[in-house]
Structure formats: C-alpha cells, structure tokens
C-alpha cells in the first residue's frame, strides 16, 4: 500500500511537471497587442495629377520587452480630414520601416487601416517609421486652385507580438 502511494505521488507531481511545462509554453507564445499614436499629425498635398509622399512619422514601441518579436503590424488613418482647395488624395500606400531598417511598401487598407505580416519575427521593440503615398486625382488642367490635401491626425500603430 505504501509502495503504490508513492507510485501514485510520482505520477501525480510527474502530470504536475508536464502539466505547468505546457502552461507556460502556452504563456510565452499568446499574442499580445500593443497601440502606439504617431509622434504628429501625417500630412499631404499636391498639385493636381501629381503623385508624391506625406511627411514621415513615427511610433515608440522601446517600452516593449527586448523579446518581442512581431507577429503583426496594423496602421490606422481612420482620422482624416481635407485640408486645402478641391482637390482629392487617393491614398495608394504605406511606406514602413521597423526598428532593425527594414522597409516594406504595402497597399493602402480599406477604410484606412493597413495590416501587414511583413514583418513577422522582426523585433517589435523600438522607433518605427511611416509615410504614405498618395495622387491628387484632380485633372491637371484645372489648375493650382485644386491643390489637394489631407491630414490625418495622430495615426495609431498596433503591433501584435509574441515574446520570443
């Protein structure tokens, strides 16, 4: 009777071990978000028919943990507004560039959220960087009066990450 409450104890604390082993595991790999606002305000304006870039901003991710590895990166303009004569900006694409250099150029989002797995397993943690393109869609022939512009206020990146 001794012989197997001890055998039943081991395998008790062995299910234990093997048990806390698979939690922790679990832990270490759940996905967690983290939204940063944009050091200021990205703007653009152009002439009519003419394609060219905002102004960069930036996003201070150093308080993530050295670990944090990116599972995804999503860029919400929502808060845009017009700004200058009559003209329109067609968005067309997010320049981004994480922390180590890297840079990917992807299309713009519907509804002005972008999201991109470009830069899975790149370190989360640091200063990213982020311009969009875009073209004022006015006819050229119009003239300066349709210079275009629009600004969006404090974009917000969200970094889903996985602790490596």
């Known amino acids: 009777m001794v012989k197997s409450m001890k055998k039943v104890k081991r395998i008790i604390a062995v299910a234990l071990v093997f048990t806390m082993l698979f939690a922790s595991q679990v832990t270490a790999f759940a996905a967690s978000p983290e939204t940063k606002s944009a050091n200021k305000d990205m703007?653009?304006?152009l002439m009519p028919g003419v394609t060219g870039d905002s102004n960069t901003v930036t996003f201070n991710f150093s308080g993530l943990p050295d670990?944090?590895?990116v599972k995804e990166v999503k860029i919400d303009c929502s808060n845009a507004s017009v700004i200058g004569g009559k003209g329109a900006i067609l968005?067309?694409?997010l320049t981004i560039t994480c922390p180590s250099g890297e840079t990917h150029t992807v299309g713009w989002g519907r509804g002005?959220?972008?999201?991109?797995?470009?830069?899975i397993a790149e370190k989360a943690a640091g200063t990213w960087s982020v311009y969009m393109t875009g073209t004022?869609?006015?006819s050229p022939s119009l003239g300066s009066a349709f210079i275009g512009g629009t600004k969006y206020s404090r974009p917000k990146m969200i970094i889903t990450y996985i602790l490596e």
């Open 43 to 45: 703007s653009i304006a």
């Open 67 to 69: 670990n944090a590895i």
């Open 91 to 93: 968005a067309q694409s």
């Open 112 to 119: 002005n959220v972008t999201t991109t797995n470009l830069f």
């Open 136 to 138: 004022n869609i006015a």
